[in-house]
């Protein structure tokens, strides 16, 4: 099993930035994929941006160039790094990591952009 623990969520005025963190404990050599996901009131969740063990990266549409995900191996936590803020971006962002065929998620953190 993965655990996942989220900080960095809050409250920003549109155009700002904020950088989300994730560190990952248990089975962290399982580890295959971290990454981040959304969800709005109302909405599906939906992909931000994921980070493979090999860096190969991808993005949705919408955050393209604002967004930059990353990692650092050795503390085994993935951060995303949330640039331009726009009051579409309000949801609820959840870490999620991919480990021997099991998707785990974190329990979520708020994040806000204020027009």
């Known amino acids: 099993h993965v655990q996942l623990v989220e900080s960095g969520g809050g409250l920003v005025q549109a155009g700002g930035s904020l950088r989300l963190s994730c560190a990952a404990s248990?089975?962290?050599?399982?580890?295959?994929?971290m990454g981040w996901y959304r969800q709005a009131p109302g909405k599906q969740r939906e992909l931000v941006a994921t980070i493979a063990t090999g860096g190969m990266t991808n993005y949705g549409d919408s955050v393209k160039g604002r967004f930059t995900i990353s990692r650092d191996d050795a503390k085994i936590t993935v951060y995303l790094q949330m640039n331009s803020l726009k009051p579409e971006d309000t949801a609820v962002y959840y870490c999620?990591?991919?480990?021997?065929?099991?998707?785990?998620w974190g329990q979520g953190t708020q994040v806000t952009a204020s027009s």
């Open positions: 999620s990591a991919v480990a021997s065929g099991w998707k785990y």
């Open positions: 248990g089975d962290t050599i399982c580890i295959s994929a």
